[in-house]
């Protein structure tokens, strides 16, 4: 027997009722389910008895016995055995075989119902045994009411296999299906690009991208300097990227590279490694690197040849990319004619600046004829000086360090050519008298002009002037003195220090030069404010912004570039949804002219974004125009089934790409609603239950840099008919005292409730009991005047949230008042009154 049936006896002689016991055991020591009504020992005026519970599968044994009216007991008849064995499997119907091809056709288990089942157990492991489950536990697997079951994670590519088994509305296992099995792929090949962000050909600043792949959360990068990708040689990058693109936030090193990219899914799955196009870094790759390498005078004028000079300004162009240059001199050999290199580590011989040019420092003596709140004075070794005095010059270029946190620099570039001298230095005039500097002598900058670098400082010769302090304020006050040179002679280049390169200024930098007597420094006889200041701007051109456009509306993880910067070392990118960028959503710093987030912002607002450039000091420069985007996540579209008389069905959409999990919202027919979050895109109701209409509706997720997600916007409300039909196969049969009603199991019942009245509006009960089988035998005493008429009966399923669906509804006949002993027939009903034969 598929569940333990009702009971049924022959009337005895003399008895007012009986009194029934079902037990386990033939000796009756193990009574099925208690005492009481239902129960496995009761008292009952039916000639039948039924158990109102599931019990779990074996032999049962059953006796009965009549009682008379005076609560007298007569002898048990025969013990009966009956054997319950629910053995009905599941039939895969769906899902065995199939190879899934994630995300694009999600997996669906499929089986057909088993009667008297309220729920099925879904296992899925990766071997035969099912002994290595991947979803839930063996001791708790996955639960679902229906007879389908949607995958809600991604798994790791290979064979799995699976099998479901029924349990009661007690929580009795049945038969487990036979075991099926599918096979799991995630295809993750994708085409790639290297491409270079900047067109000058002294740059190569590469970002990396590759199309998106189905089902991808993030992505992982590597850029390796060894074809087989070794650990040690990794150069490129740390964590993942939810976007399709890359750019390194470190420079790379002057070399060749290999690099590649991987898909990962959000259960950290990773796909296969996709190769990209190998590549050639090379910063300032060309001849000469430093372009324009001169030699000039006080006023700018360029010299030509290895000129004789007291004040030697060697200037140049600035390079893309570059953000420090190194100078060095060497002893021009005129014996041998070469250039001797032997003394460019050495003070004097050799500089660090963020400036196009180069002037030799003083060596300054220690004095301070100026505050001490002034910082000290840039100086250096002296030079020799003299006819034969000639010096070679070579400049590099600098890049930012690279991510091993070495330098990264381009080739030399001789002024004049390998071997050839630059400049003859010749003694600058003796001091001799204390002066002060007049206005005319001032050339470069010129008074009120604007430059977009720092500048180099020249002058005339002030007679009696021995050697120079060059002070730079921000104020015409010179209270706050951002750096102070000190020179022999009478041009000043700013070397690298704590104040220079210069910061960008909204007004207007000052600076004077202050004369003094000895060659080291001292007698100084005058302050800024007596030596005709003059002014300047200092504005650095802020980097362009080139994507997402201003006003753009975006639905791709957003992509930030700009253009390169003169004298970047680094860019910081502020985004934010405050357009004072007072609490950013991304403050990166990175090298690159490019970046894509790994955030992901908030949809439907208007986000603000900008950029500048810092120095190799790290100091801001000018801000980039403030440009605005709109990130517009994509909706999911659903391609739901239609309800069958089985549960709801799986509730499907078109995967999102980029998106790391699905919300669904659920809006019950009563009113309340329940939210789900699922990895895959397509979604089965576990549970369900309740009678009318049910709203489902999806939205995507997408992952943000601090590991939590931001949604987008909700799919349309999709509606689903649940309903209780009323039960197939119901009647109610009755013979003599005999009252049984019975029906076909209901997939979507956990219970059923049976009802009998002598009325059919039912307003006025005999009795109402909830069953889990599809059989009861009401307990009516139809020696009772009120209940001689005619009875009704009606049964209906309950779900699991207790509500009660559409009734089946018969009758039974009015009958005689029974004599004691005698054995009558019942007549059948089907919804209607029982018809006399």
């Known amino acids: 027997m598929q569940q333990l049936p009702a009971i049924s006896w022959n009337g005895v002689r003399g008895a007012a009722g009986y009194e029934y016991q079902v037990a386990a055991d033939p000796r009756f020591n193990s009574i099925a389910l208690g005492t009481g009504s239902g129960k496995g020992t009761s008292r009952t005026h039916n000639l039948a008895a039924a158990l109102d519970k599931a019990v779990p599968n074996g032999a049962y044994y059953w006796r009965v016995r009549g009682l008379t009216a005076r609560d007298r007991v007569g002898a048990w008849s025969r013990v009966r055995r009956v054997v319950k064995a629910w053995t009905t499997a599941p039939q895969i119907t769906g899902g065995d075989g199939a190879a899934v091809n994630w995300p694009t056709a999600p997996l669906v288990l499929r089986w057909s119902s088993v009667p008297y089942a309220t729920k099925y157990l879904v296992s899925i492991a990766t071997d035969p045994a099912l002994s290595n489950i991947v979803l839930g536990t063996a001791s708790q697997p996955n639960e679902t009411q229906g007879t389908n079951f949607a995958l809600p994670v991604s798994l790791a590519p290979g064979a799995y296999f699976w099998a479901v088994t029924p349990v009661d509305a007690e929580g009795h296992r049945g038969a487990r299906s036979r075991v099926a099995s599918f096979q799991w792929t995630w295809p993750t090949t994708t085409s790639t690009s290297v491409t270079d962000l900047n ?12 199309n998106p792949v189905p089902g991808a959360a993030r992505y992982e990068v ?3 300097s060894a074809e087989g990708f070794p650990a040690g040689s990794k150069w490129c990058c740390a964590g993942a990227t939810t976007g399709t693109s890359l750019a390194p936030l470190q420079v790379l090193a002057n070399n060749g590279y290999y690099w590649r990219v991987r898909a990962i899914d959000a259960r950290g799955n990773a796909g296969v490694w996709n190769y990209g196009q190998s590549f050639t870094k090379a910063f300032d790759n060309v001849e000469p690197s430093i372009p324009n390498l001169t030699v000039r005078d006080v006023n700018g004028s360029a010299l030509t040849g290895a000129p004789e000079t007291n004040t030697p300004l060697v200037t140049w162009d600035p390079v893309p990319g570059a953000s420090r240059y190194e100078v060095q001199l060497g002893v021009y050999n005129h014996t041998g004619n070469y250039c001797d290199w032997s003394l460019a580590s050495q003070a004097g011989y050799h500089a660090d600046t963020a400036t196009t040019a180069w002037t030799p420092l003083g060596p300054w003596s220690g004095s301070r004829p100026f505050s001490e709140a002034w910082p000290s004075p840039q100086r250096d070794g002296a030079l020799p000086t003299g006819p034969n005095d000639s010096y070679c010059v070579r400049v590099l270029a600098r890049s930012d360090d690279d991510a091993q946190h070495a330098q990264v620099t381009s080739e030399w570039t001789y002024l004049n050519g390998y071997d050839n001298p630059a400049f003859t230095f010749t003694p600058p005039p003796a001091g001799s008298t204390c002066a002060v500097t007049p206005a005319s002598a001032y050339r470069l900058p010129i008074n009120g002009s604007a430059t977009p670098r720092t500048p180099y400082f020249t002058w005339d010769p002030v007679s ?13 006050g010179f209270t706050h003195v951002v750096d102070v040179g000190f020179t022999d002679v009478n041009a000043y280049a700013p070397r690298l220090a704590s104040g220079t390169p210069l910061s960008d200024e909204t007004t207007a930098y000052y600076w004077a030069v202050m004369p003094a007597t000895s060659a080291g420094g001292a007698g100084v006889c005058s302050d800024p404010a007596h030596d005709s200041p003059q002014s300047f701007n200092k504005s650095s051109v802020a980097p362009a912004p080139i994507a997402p456009a201003s006003g753009a509306e975006v639905s791709a993880q957003p992509s930030f570039r700009w253009s390169s910067a003169e004298n970047a070392r680094t ?3 502020q985004v934010s949804q405050d357009p004072t960028f007072g609490n950013p959503i991304d403050n990166v710093v990175t090298d690159a002219t490019a970046y894509t987030s790994s955030s992901t912002y908030p949809a439907d607002t208007v986000i603000y974004w900008r950029v500048r450039a810092n120095d190799w000091n790290g100091q801001g420069l000018n801000w980039s125009p403030t440009q605005t985007f709109v990130r517009r996540l994509p909706v999911p579209s659903p391609t739901h089934e239609s309800a069958t008389n089985e549960g709801i069905p799986p509730f499907s959409w078109t995967p999102v790409q980029g998106a790391s999990s699905y919300d669904v919202h659920v809006e019950q027919a009563d009113g309340t609603t329940k939210d789900f979050n699922f990895e895959s895109p397509s979604f089965t109701v576990a549970k369900y239950y309740g009678i009318g209409i049910v709203h489902l509706q999806v939205r995507a997720a997408f992952p943000t840099a601090t590991g939590g997600t931001v949604a987008g916007g909700y799919s349309a409300l999709q509606p689903v008919l649940l309903s209780l039909a009323a039960p197939g196969g119901a009647r109610g049969v009755r013979s003599g005292s005999r009252l049984l009603v019975s029906w076909n199991p209901e997939p979507d019942a956990k219970q059923y409730e049976v009802e009998t009245s002598t009325t059919n509006g039912f307003g006025s009960r005999i009795e109402s009991h909830r069953v889990d089988g599809t059989s009861w035998t009401p307990d009516i005493d139809l020696r009772q005047k009120q209940n001689r008429g005619t009875l009704y009966w009606r049964v209906a399923p309950v779900d699991w949230g207790g509500n009660v669906g559409s009734f089946a509804t018969g ?15 019942g007549r059948r009903t089907h919804g209607r009154r029982q018809r006399r034969r």
Request: zero cysteines; hydrophobic letters at 35%.
């Open 222 to 224: 590597e850029v390796n």
């Open 571 to 573: 860019y910081r990118l």
């Open 199 to 210: 067109p000058d050909l002294r740059v190569f600043d590469p970002v990396f991208s590759w």
């Open 464 to 476: 009696g002037a021995g050697s120079y302090y060059v002070v730079v304020a921000r104020d015409s």
């Open 811 to 825: 009758v039974f006949a009015s009958p005689r008042a029974p004599k004691h002993g005698r054995r009558t027939h």
